[in-house]
Structures are given as structure tokens and as C-alpha cells.
């Protein structure tokens, strides 16, 4: 099949290079003149474990190609994604206009029968709206011409994006059109081999699943966070209680690791957007706006650490840090706690020596060259004649560190690990001052 794909960033890039590893003819389109140049070249515009290799191989063999050039891609195929950003607006509902600005453009430039497919976040009705923006171009060219909107919801992770898409636990597709239906169904089957993993819905509902699986999940993180703020008052430690609860099938160890919060491009939009949604429909959502607010203060809580152990005196001092990136295996940065923390560490007069072994590149993007941030080309180098270790992201090198080369390093033997990475037995016999989230040395 012949694909159009809008939006080349971690989904729309991820989409298209996996439906051309499976055959199908791709063409992604974005308004990124530098970035589409680059992926011409085969430079991948984001780190994403295995993306470099399946985009240069398909674009070398013909089937992926790249334009900014609008009505190529919607003369292209019959087959339209959209995958474009749905970031918040400034009251935390999703800003659809790069989403419209597309449906537009389809309807202005299309020839003939068009499926589009949302793959984007979006509210509830926003298929109908995306309908109405291309029926209105439609009837401005004087034409008529048959099309359908369907819905459906991408659910990859960064950092495992390739195998998400490759072996999907589900793909959702929300339509009421029995053709579009079979060719959703014809468009996915390499990829639904070994079971049937379709779930077919109406497009309101597949509208609503995406936001309620991103909110069921920033809430399992806020629970554990607000359990590991208990933990530390009543003394207990939130790593004995998270291995106590997750041996219960019901709950299960999935996702309920306590830390300093939640960030990335979905979780903290998609809640906000979901409580704008209901409050637009009257509803208060008291649960959605609570797992936002745990979130809000979690993600202040290693400055607060920080700041108590030195008794508020932060200025003139250096802090190590270890990890930029919002989660492992990804160079984003979008809402990441670390920055949180360096940006209230600078506001204290704190210097930070940084190292992320993916998002130096994005963190020197968001914060160019500044005295108070120096980044560093290894997790060693952060920690020189630094004032106490940072952690924000649990990458796997920093899992199993030599801590005789941390004291070495360090000026004041301290860690304040927002992933709980160590064993505070381990530390203390070391002679490092050891604080973490929900255990009880934070009390
Ligand atoms: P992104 O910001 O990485 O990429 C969006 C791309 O769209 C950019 O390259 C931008 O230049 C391009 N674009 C903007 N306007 C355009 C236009 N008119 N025509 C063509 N391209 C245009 O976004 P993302 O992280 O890939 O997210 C895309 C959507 O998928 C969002 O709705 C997001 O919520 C959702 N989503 C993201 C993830 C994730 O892990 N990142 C997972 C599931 C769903």
C-alpha cells in the first residue's frame, strides 16, 4: 500500500519507517525544512533505539521518502496519517492547530477517495472536527469527493518505540465505516500475525481510550509517589512496599516504581487535556487533577532535599547530575524532571555539571551555552569537586557505579537519587549520605 505520513517527529518518523519495513510505500511529510534535509542525508532527527538503521535501509531502498512538499504527500496515497504535535495550549487543552492545519490541506489538495488516519492525541470529537475542516476546503473547490476520518491512538514508548509499533499489544482503531474498517484491518495485518490484536471501537471511544491508558498510567505513578511520601513520614521504605503489593496479580509490578516524578511529551499534557475535557462537559474530575498535582510537587522534591541538606544555603554550590532525559533510552527532555531541578538549582545560585548519555545535544537546544550549566562527556566527569550526585533518569550506567570514584570525586559525600537506584545499607557502609525517594532517611 502507498502511505502518506504528516508529522516526522518520534511517532510520525517511528510509523513510517516500520510500515516500510513491512513493504509499504511511505512518504512523510513535515514542515521541518532541516529536519526533512537531514533525514534525506539519513540523519535521524531524534535518538530512538534502532530507528537510524530502519529508516536508512528503507529510504536506500525506495520504500520511505521525505518532502516538506504538502500536496505531493496528499496526491501521494490514498492512505493519510496524521502525526503531528498536539501540544497544550495555554489553558492545558490540546492545541490542534498543526492537526487542522493539515486536515485543511488535505481537503485543499486531494484528488480523489482519502482515509485519514488520526494517530495523534486528541480530544474527544476531534475526528468530527478534522471531517468539518475537510469538508469546508472540499466546498470551497466546488467539490465533492468521499473520505473518512478514523481514529487511531498510538500507544509506543519512546526509548522502545520500534518494538512497541513492530509487536503492538494492541492497535485501536476507532470507526464506524465497514471499509475503512477492512482497510485499517488490511494496512495492519503484518503486523497481527501471531494473535488478533484489533480492537475495533467506535471513533469516540478510540478517542477516549488513549487519554484513559495515559491517564491510568500518570496515575499509578502519582499513587506510588504519594505512598512514598507516607512511607518516608511513617518510616517505612516505599522499595519494601512496592515489591509487597506487586506480587499481587491485580496490581503487578508494572509501573509502580516511586521517583521524582513524571514527565515526557504525553503523560503531563494528556492529564491536563483530559481534565479540560471534563470540565468542558461539566465534570470535576477530582482524581485527574489530584494525580497532576502529586505530580507538580514530586517533581520539586529533589530541590527541597537538596535545599534542606544544606540548610538553604545553595549559592556558590556545584551539583552533579546524572541524567537529562525525562525516562531512559530517549533523548527528550519535553517536561523532564531534571529540569525542574536545574532550573530551581539555578534560581538558588547552584551551579550543575550535567551527563545524559542521549539528550546532551537536546539539553544544549533548550539551554545554550550558560555559565551554570556545564555538560559533561561522561557520568565521572560530572561528579569533579562537585557538592553531591543528582540522579534524575535511571539509565543503565549508572545502575551499578563504582562508588569509591564517586567519593573520590564528590567535595560532599552526598546522593539525592530521584530513582532510587542503591542500597542505602551499601552507602551508609561507604560513608555516603544516601537520599532517595519513600524510604526512611528522608524523614
Ligand atoms: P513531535 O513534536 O516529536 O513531532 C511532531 C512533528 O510534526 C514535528 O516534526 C513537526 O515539525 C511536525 N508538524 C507540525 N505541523 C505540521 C504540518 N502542518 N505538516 C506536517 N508536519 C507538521 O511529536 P510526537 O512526540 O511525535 O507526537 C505526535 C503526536 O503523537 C502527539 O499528539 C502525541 O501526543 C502523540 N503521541 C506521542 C507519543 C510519544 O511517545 N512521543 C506516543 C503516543 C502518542
Same mark, same amino acid.
Given at each position: 500500500?502507498?502511505?502518506?505520513?504528516?508529522?516526522?517527529?518520534?511517532?510520525?518518523?517511528?510509523?513510517?519507517?516500520? !510500515?516500510?519495513?513491512?513493504? *509499504?510505500?511511505?512518504?512523510?511529510?513535515?514542515?521541518?525544512?532541516?529536519?526533512?534535509?537531514?533525514?534525506?542525508?539519513?540523519?535521524?532527527?531524534?535518538?530512538?533505539?534502532?530507528?537510524?538503521?530502519?529508516?536508512?535501509?528503507?529510504?536506500?531502498?525506495?520504500?520511505?521518502?521525505?518532502?516538506?512538499?504538502?500536496?505531493?504527500?496528499?496526491?501521494?496515497?490514498?492512505?493519510?496519517?496524521?502525526?503531528?504535535?498536539?501540544?497544550?495550549?495555554?489553558?492545558?487543552?490540546? #492545541?490542534?492547530?498543526?492537526?487542522?492545519?493539515?486536515?485543511?490541506?488535505?481537503?485543499?489538495?486531494?484528488?480523489?477517495?482519502?482515509?485519514?488516519?488520526?494517530?495523534?492525541?486528541?480530544?474527544?470529537?476531534?475526528?468530527?472536527?478534522?471531517?468539518?475542516?475537510?469538508?469546508?476546503?472540499?466546498?470551497?473547490?466546488?467539490?465533492?469527493?468521499?473520505?473518512?476520518?478514523?481514529?487511531?491512538?498510538?500507544? !509506543?514508548?519512546?526509548?522502545?518505540?520500534?518494538?512497541?509499533?513492530?509487536?503492538?499489544?494492541?492497535?485501536?482503531?476507532?470507526?464506524?465505516?465497514?471499509?475503512?474498517?477492512?482497510?485499517?484491518?488490511?494496512?495492519?495485518?503484518?503486523?497481527? %500475525?501471531?494473535?488478533?490484536?484489533?480492537?475495533?471501537?467506535?471513533?469516540?471511544?478510540?478517542?477516549?481510550?488513549?487519554?484513559?491508558?495515559?491517564?491510568?498510567?500518570?496515575?499509578?505513578?502519582?499513587?506510588?509517589?504519594?505512598?512514598?511520601?507516607?512511607?518516608?513520614?511513617?518510616?517505612? #521504605?516505599?522499595?519494601?512496599?512496592?515489591?509487597?503489593?506487586? +506480587?499481587?496479580?491485580?496490581?503487578?509490578? *508494572?509501573?509502580?516504581?516511586?521517583?521524582?516524578?513524571?514527565?515526557?511529551?504525553?503523560?503531563?499534557?494528556?492529564?491536563?487535556?483530559?481534565?479540560?475535557?471534563?470540565?468542558?462537559?461539566?465534570?470535576?474530575?477530582?482524581?485527574?487533577?489530584?494525580?497532576?498535582?502529586?505530580? %507538580?510537587?514530586?517533581?520539586?522534591?529533589?530541590?527541597?532535599?537538596?535545599?534542606?541538606?544544606?540548610?538553604?544555603?545553595?549559592?556558590?554550590?556545584?551539583?552533579?547530575?546524572?541524567?537529562?532525559?525525562?525516562?531512559?533510552?530517549? #533523548?527528550?527532555?519535553?517536561?523532564?524532571?531534571?529540569?525542574?531541578?536545574?532550573?530551581?538549582?539555578?534560581?538558588?545560585?547552584?551551579?550543575?555539571?550535567?551527563?545524559?548519555?542521549?539528550?546532551?545535544?537536546?539539553?544544549?537546544?533548550?539551554?545554550?551555552? %550558560?555559565?551554570?550549566?556545564?555538560?559533561?562527556?561522561?557520568?565521572?566527569?560530572?561528579? $569533579?569537586?562537585?557538592?553531591?550526585?543528582?540522579?534524575?533518569?535511571?539509565? +543503565?550506567?549508572?545502575?551499578?557505579?563504582?562508588?569509591?570514584?564517586?567519593?573520590?570525586?564528590?567535595?560532599?559525600?552526598?546522593?539525592?537519587?530521584?530513582?532510587?537506584?542503591?542500597?542505602?545499607?551499601?552507602?551508609?557502609?561507604?560513608?555516603? #549520605?544516601?537520599?532517595?525517594?519513600?524510604? $526512611?532517611?528522608?524523614?
Amino acid at each position: 500500500m502507498k502511505l502518506t505520513i504528516f508529522g516526522t517527529g518520534y511517532v510520525g518518523l517511528v510509523t513510517g519507517a516500520c !510500515l516500510a519495513e513491512v513493504g *509499504h510505500d511511505v512518504l512523510c511529510v513535515d514542515v521541518d525544512e532541516a529536519k526533512i534535509a537531514g533525514l534525506q542525508q539519513g540523519e535521524i532527527p531524534i535518538y530512538e533505539p534502532g530507528l537510524d538503521v530502519l529508516v536508512q535501509r528503507n529510504h536506500k531502498l525506495g520504500r520511505l521518502d521525505f518532502t516538506t512538499d504538502v500536496r505531493r504527500g496528499v496526491e501521494y496515497a490514498t492512505v493519510q496519517f496524521i502525526a503531528v504535535g498536539t501540544p497544550p495550549d495555554e489553558d492545558g487543552s490540546a #492545541d490542534l492547530q498543526y492537526l487542522l492545519t493539515v486536515a485543511r490541506e488535505i481537503g485543499r489538495y486531494m484528488t480523489g477517495n482519502r482515509l485519514v488516519i488520526d494517530k495523534s492525541t486528541v480530544p474527544v470529537g476531534t475526528a468530527d472536527k478534522v471531517r468539518a475542516a475537510i469538508s469546508a476546503q472540499l466546498a470551497e473547490r466546488g467539490l465533492e469527493l468521499p473520505f473518512d476520518v478514523v481514529s487511531n491512538p498510538e500507544f !509506543l514508548k519512546e526509548g522502545a518505540a520500534i518494538d512497541d509499533f513492530m509487536k503492538p499489544d494492541r492497535i485501536v482503531v476507532g470507526t464506524e465505516n465497514e471499509q475503512s474498517r477492512a482497510l485499517m484491518k488490511k494496512l495492519y495485518a503484518p503486523f497481527n %500475525r501471531s494473535s488478533d490484536r484489533m480492537v475495533y471501537m467506535d471513533l469516540r471511544s478510540a478517542e477516549l481510550t488513549k487519554y484513559a491508558a495515559n491517564a491510568m498510567l500518570a496515575t499509578k505513578i502519582s499513587f506510588m509517589n504519594e505512598m512514598a511520601n507516607l512511607a518516608e513520614r511513617l518510616g517505612a #521504605d516505599i522499595e519494601q512496599v512496592r515489591r509487597g503489593i506487586g +506480587s499481587d496479580p491485580r496490581i503487578g509490578y *508494572h509501573f509502580i516504581y516511586p521517583g521524582c516524578g513524571y514527565g515526557g511529551s504525553c503523560f503531563p499534557k494528556d492529564v491536563q487535556a483530559l481534565e479540560r475535557t471534563a470540565s468542558e462537559v461539566g465534570y470535576d474530575a477530582p482524581l485527574l487533577q489530584a494525580v497532576e498535582r502529586v505530580n %507538580r510537587k514530586q517533581k520539586q522534591k529533589l530541590y527541597q532535599r537538596i535545599e534542606q541538606y544544606f540548610a538553604g544555603d545553595l549559592a556558590g554550590k556545584t551539583f552533579a547530575l546524572w541524567g537529562l532525559a525525562f525516562k531512559p533510552k530517549t #533523548d527528550d527532555m519535553r517536561e523532564a524532571p531534571s529540569r525542574t531541578l536545574m532550573e530551581a538549582l539555578w534560581d538558588a545560585g547552584a551551579c550543575v555539571r550535567a551527563y545524559d548519555p542521549e539528550a546532551m545535544e537536546e539539553a544544549r537546544r533548550i539551554y545554550g551555552e %550558560r555559565d551554570s550549566l556545564v555538560l559533561c562527556s561522561s557520568a565521572q566527569e560530572a561528579l $569533579s569537586a562537585a557538592d553531591g550526585l543528582v540522579i534524575c533518569t535511571e539509565w +543503565s550506567e549508572f545502575r551499578a557505579p563504582d562508588f569509591r570514584v564517586i567519593l573520590d570525586r564528590l567535595s560532599v559525600p552526598v546522593i539525592f537519587d530521584g530513582r532510587n537506584l542503591y542500597d542505602p545499607e551499601l552507602l551508609s557502609e561507604q560513608g555516603i #549520605d544516601y537520599i532517595a525517594i519513600g524510604r $526512611s532517611n528522608w524523614s
